[in-house]
């Protein structure tokens, strides 16, 4: 399983997604994780869990 990420964590740039909805994030060298906003979850993983879903 793939590590999560929490919110105020700076993993680095790169596309996150929601581990609750699978909102995409896309983040900067530097910025800080905010919380889901579609959902307010806090964690975030590489990888759209969501997208084979159906």
Do not use: A, S
């Not at 060298?29 to 969501?50: E, I, S, W, Y």
């Amino acid at each position: 399983m793939e590590n999560v990420i929490k919110t105020g964590e700076t993993p680095g740039k790169g596309t996150y997604y929601c581990t609750n909805c699978g909102q995409k994030i896309e983040l900067e060298d530097g910025q800080t994780m905010p919380p889901c906003p579609k959902c307010t979850n806090n964690g975030f993983t590489r990888t759209d869990q969501h997208e084979n879903r159906f």
